[in-house]
């Protein structure tokens, strides 16, 4: 079992005397899952919102908008 330390995103964080369990992992994969539906829905929101705009200041344009976004997740010390 994890102990009560977590990351500040939510992850569990083990001391020695801990026994990881499944349950442990799964939360932490649904944190994560979660995390990244919500990044992925905010960069097609941008996208979307980028790609409106094309459209009404240049009606011929044709060409390919591409978006470079750097995810930084925090990462704390281990314990």
Avoid: Y
Avoid at 20 to 45: G, T
Avoid at 57 to 62: G, I, K, N, R, Y
């Amino acid at each position: 079992m994890s102990s009560t330390n977590k990351t500040s995103l939510g992850f569990n964080q083990w001391i020695l005397e801990d026994k990881p369990r499944m349950e442990d992992f799964n939360s932490d994969n649904a944190l994560v899952d979660e995390k990244l539906v919500s990044a992925n829905q905010r960069i097609e929101a941008v996208e979307t919102s980028l790609e409106n705009k094309a459209n009404l200041h240049s009606p011929a344009l044709t060409g390919v908008c591409l978006l470079q976004m750097e995810i930084k997740l925090p990462l704390s010390s281990r314990h």
